[in-house]
């Protein structure tokens, strides 16, 4: 029944309740609201109360009202199969209510119905609102200065959401708008901001006065709609034009706008100072509005660089940004954020592909010229442009300039140290470059280094060296040469790669950086720092004559007293251990020291990055020195702290789960000493019922995978973790490939145990797994069921009788023609059921003729026309080129047991069973010998060794005790076709007489028969 009218109260109260704090009220208000979704008329009540004079005071309501009508604009405007959907009628009615609202005074609500109008757009636009932009664009011209901010805020909601539509139409559409728009949008910009600058010059005039007073109001929404008028103009150049570095198209509104916005940037600057204490809303405005405008000037230059790059652009945007980086007012150097924005763009040109110069040169007749050739005309011209703007005398001072100013640690960074070295720590070396000056500073430094890099090297070197000079290292207050020694050492770091041509380390280490840690003075921390820091980033520089010495150096600043300091020898150690150079033998004596201080420092640290850090420090030693196991008490010691205190940190407990595999793998088959710890962890992180399951649950199934391929026994705790899996397979096949290493381990390392315990379940999975995964998941589960099988012929084909009719199925489907992957994967499913023929030959012989097996095949749509058992021979025979050698012989050993068998068929057959079974044998003669000396290898080592047998050792060993290695085909052969013979008699001898002298000839050849 649709709603009316005469539903408003009561949905009015249902909105009111839903926001009631008393559960009891609110569950059911929500019920009934969800309910009343699929009504016809619930949005043009909901509408009613948004714009409901009576409810303006209801703010809170009227927002409600706005969340539901947008949440069924998702769910129900846009005509789905099989759902309800809202009827054209109502559509219609809603559009012209939304635009006949446009004067909403509550600036949340306003945002709301532009939210509103935008989600209809993307679905009515064009075709069933062709007015949408018209109507918006005619009420702009009778419009006071809040009804046209509401309309801006509309056009920057709906252009947004349009721009994100990615169909070529749909993009069409949107270029089509910006030509319509453009002109009109940038003309009232450009009108709003020249509104705005005399307001502001008439407010710096007129401070003290009151008559100005009530014009601030107007004048500030003002503001706000130029800058939503910004926003637009961005909107419809970034996304209206296809990006000139496709099309080599000069895009004509970029040449317009970008000198416009550097006008407005440096007129507004000028009141950062002016209103700073006199009006802080308007302050906040000029500083959002800077911002802004150079971030579009980066946006157009990122998204056009070509037209950004013409005489009227490029070379004003960035001569004023590099003015302003290497030569700031005074008054402006506390707006951080605009120095950033500066960086970011003379970063951004720097790195710019197409305003690198082509190798080919400049064509210089462009009539018919290709596309390339185009482009590089204009890389060529761009290019030239941005050499002028950085002769060698800017590109050294601006490098100066970043280091000697930009990099150095102010006063508030020493006391955020001071408070918290921690949290320092972590800003500084986590932090996104964009969002603190400092950081966009090194990383404008490190692109200028590169594309300057032989200029820049000798440069940095001397900054390096006079800062040196005038700090030596028993210097113990913080004074400026010493935070300039600090900054010189964070341009040496950072640029690493190409410095090393330019200063040896090893006479740097040993006549600087060594000295640096004698000195052990509080203040000192942050050279320590530095130092570690360098350290750790020229790592592929430290040949091995000072390998031990960088090692010990780690080694003492990891026992600072400085939090900071020993976090960046943590992360710089990491480093070395991790390095392909890594030596070994010149840390091991360090190793105790290195064991005692990273436990020390996980007790210290309060923070979560900071134990991430520390526990990946431990990870890493873990998995890349040999020495673990005379620590394993102690290491256990810590996994177990740790798990205990890391309860609701999901992120470090995987990064436990980590270092407790590399844990494993270093104990190798003495793994079991940390089972007390590692086996409740492990049973926690693969219940999939658990709170941090969904986190947890990939890196607990690769702990689980590696504990039992290095176990050397299997132990009960072990046993009982299996029930898991089954739940882990029901919920997804995410985890496929680790599941099947971890059933086949459990196989072949305790199968008979393993199999009295759960069988039932290892049958559910397998049933699970076939018939519900693609080729891939198939060829990765067959491995494991063809070694049930082998190891336990009698016991598992019942067990998985259902898994083996899918195999059935699977075998006599069509499809594998030109597929390869789905003729592994019927090879794989006829070779298994090929060894219980061999191994269980009255099994197969009751699957096949089970009647629920043809019942299957029938709703498979597999056409059976012959005896089940004899389809599979065929495909036995025409799949046998396609097979591995042990399949073959498989096959083969099948096939003459086939020759056994009561059926006339058999007769028919006889040729190509013979032909199939001779030319395995012949080609097996040269797979056997390699086959069984690896084998005498496998098993004289096993033999030979104390430790317990490795996961694969164990597979070769199963390998070679397989029956079907193990029997011989051409006896088999032999003895099968005597039987055959006398079963068939003279039809026999009729087949035999049928069959080509050669091949004949082979067969008594293979069989040696007289």
Avoid at 635 to 661: C, D, M, P, T, Y
């Amino acid at each position: 029944m649709a709603l009316s009218a005469s539903d408003l109260p009561a949905m009015y109260s249902l909105l009111a309740n839903s926001m009631s704090g008393d559960e009891t009220v609110r569950r059911p208000a929500e019920e009934a609201l969800s309910q009343s979704e699929s009504r016809p008329g619930f949005c043009s009540c909901l509408m009613e109360v948004i714009t409901s004079k009576d409810l303006v005071s209801h703010v809170d309501v009227r927002l409600m009202a706005s969340v539901y009508f947008k949440n069924s604009i998702n769910r129900h405007w846009k005509s789905r199969r099989n759902s309800w959907s809202m009827s054209n009628e109502e559509k219609s009615h809603l559009r012209q209510k939304l635009l006949s609202h446009l004067r909403e005074e509550n600036y949340k609500i306003a945002e709301m119905l532009a939210v509103l109008i935008s989600k209809i757009a993307r679905f009515d636009y064009p075709r069933e609102w062709p007015d949408l932009f018209s109507v918006l664009a005619q009420q702009l011209h009778s419009a006071d200065v809040l009804a046209s901010h509401r309309i801006f805020l509309i056009l920057f909601r709906t252009l947004k959401e349009l721009s994100t539509k990615r169909l070529t139409a749909d993009q069409r559409t949107f270029a089509e708008i910006s030509s319509q728009f453009f002109d009109f949008s940038w003309h009232l910009w450009q009108t709003d901001v020249q509104t705005i600058l005399h307001g502001f010059s008439t407010m710096a005039q007129s401070y003290g006065s009151n008559s100005a007073e009530q014009h601030h109001d107007e004048l500030f929404l003002t503001c706000e709609r130029w800058f939503l008028c910004l926003k637009i103009v961005r909107q419809l150049i970034i996304s209206g034009f296809q990006s000139d570095a496709k099309s080599i198209q000069e895009i004509q509104p970029v040449k317009e706008v970008s000198p416009a916005l550097l006008n407005a940037v440096q007129s507004f600057l000028p009141y950062y100072s002016s209103f700073q204490n006199r009006d802080p809303k308007f302050w906040e405005f000029v500083k959002k509005a800077s911002v802004k405008l150079m971030k579009v000037l980066g946006a157009i230059q990122s998204r056009h660089p070509y037209s950004f790059g013409d005489k009227c652009a490029l070379p004003v945007v960035v001569d004023f940004c590099l003015n302003k980086i290497t030569d700031p007012e005074q008054a402006l150097l506390p707006f951080e954020e605009f120095f950033i924005q500066c960086m970011v763009m003379v970063k951004s040109v720097l790195e710019c592909k197409e305003y690198k110069p082509s190798l080919t040169g400049r064509v210089m007749d462009e009539n018919g010229v290709t596309f390339e050739q185009r482009k590089n005309n204009a890389s060529n011209t761009v290019s030239g442009i941005v050499s002028s703007l950085l002769p060698n005398e800017r590109i050294v001072l601006l490098c100066n300039i970043l280091v000697r100013r930009y990099f150095v640690l102010t006063a508030s960074d020493l006391e955020e140290w001071y408070q918290n070295p921690e949290s320092f720590h972590h800003e500084q070396d986590m932090i996104q470059w964009t969002e603190k000056l400092r950081p966009c500073a090194e990383a404008l430094y490190m692109v200028l280094f590169e594309n300057y890099s032989q200029l820049l090297g000798p440069i940095v070197v001397s900054i390096l060296q006079e800062a040196m000079n005038n700090c030596p290292p028993s210097v113990t207050e913080i004074t400026p040469a010493l935070l300039l020694k600090d900054a010189a050492y964070a341009a040496t770091a950072y640029v690493y790669y190409e410095l090393s041509n330019y200063l040896n380390f090893r006479d740097w280490f040993n006549g600087a950086l060594s000295l640096e840690l004698s000195n052990d003075h509080p203040d000192r921390r942050i050279i320590h720092r530095k130092v570690a820091m360098i350290l750790g980033h020229w790592v592929s520089e430290i040949k091995d004559d000072t390998k031990r010495a960088v090692y010990c150096a780690l080694i003492k600043l990891l026992q600072d007293n400085d939090l900071a300091v020993k976090l960046a020898a943590s992360r710089s150690l990491c480093l070395h251990v991790e390095d392909a150079n890594f030596s070994e033998q010149s840390f091991l004596d360090l190793l105790p020291i290195c064991w005692e201080s990273c436990f020390k420092m996980i007790e210290e640290v309060q923070e979560f990055d900071s134990k991430v850090q520390v526990l990946n420090l431990i990870s890493t030693l873990i998995a890349h020195v040999s020495e673990v196991i005379p620590y394993a008490q102690k290491l256990v010691q810590f996994f177990q702290k740790v798990w205990e205190e890391s309860s609701g940190e999901s992120l470090l407990q995987i990064q436990l789960l980590v270092a407790l595999r590399n844990f494993v793998i270093a104990l190798g088959y003495q793994s079991p000493i940390c089972y007390s710890i590692l086996l409740p962890i492990l049973q926690k992180g693969i219940d999939i019922n658990s709170p941090d399951a969904l986190n947890l649950l990939e890196d607990s199934m690769a702990l689980w995978e590696t504990t039992l391929s290095y176990a050397p026994m299997m132990v009960p705790q072990l046993l009982s973790c299996f029930p898991y899996m089954v739940e882990i397979i029901e919920r997804s096949f995410d985890h496929l490939q680790v599941a099947v290493s971890i059933m086949e381990s459990y196989i072949i390392l305790d199968g008979g145990e393993f199999l009295n315990i759960h069988a039932s379940s290892v049958a559910k999975i397998l049933d699970l797994i076939v018939g519900n995964v693609n080729d891939k998941g198939l060829l990765s589960i067959l491995p494991v069921i063809d070694i049930l099988v082998q190891c336990f012929p009698v016991e598992v084909p019942p067990l998985i009788s259902s898994c083996l009719q899918k195999l059935v199925i699977i075998c006599l489907s069509g499809g594998d023609e030109r597929d390869p992957s789905k003729t592994a994967v019927k090879v794989s499913s006829a070779a298994i059921l090929a060894r219980i023929l061999v191994m269980n030959t009255s099994y197969l012989a009751q699957l096949t003729s089970d009647s629920s097996l043809s019942v299957l095949l029938q709703q498979a749509g597999v056409p059976i026309e012959d005896n089940v058992l004899l389809c599979l021979v065929d495909i036995w025979l025409d799949k046998v080129d396609h097979a591995s050698p042990m399949q073959k012989k498989t096959f083969g050993l099948a096939l003459s047991i086939i020759l056994t068998l009561r059926m006339p068929q058999v007769v028919d057959k006889l040729d190509q069973i013979l032909s199939t079974c001779t030319s395995v044998i012949l080609g097996e003669n040269k797979d056997s010998t390699e086959e069984e000396s690896s084998g005498d290898m496998s098993s004289s080592r096993s033999h030979g060794e104390e430790t317990p047998p490795s996961k694969e050792l164990r597979k070769s060993q199963i390998k070679v005790s397989d029956p079907i290695y193990q029997m011989s085909l051409e006896n088999s052969m032999r003895e099968n076709l005597q039987t055959c013979s006398t079963l068939h008699g003279d039809a026999f001898n009729t087949a035999i007489s049928r069959m080509h002298p050669s091949a004949l000839a082979q067969v008594k050849q293979a069989l040696k028969l007289p």
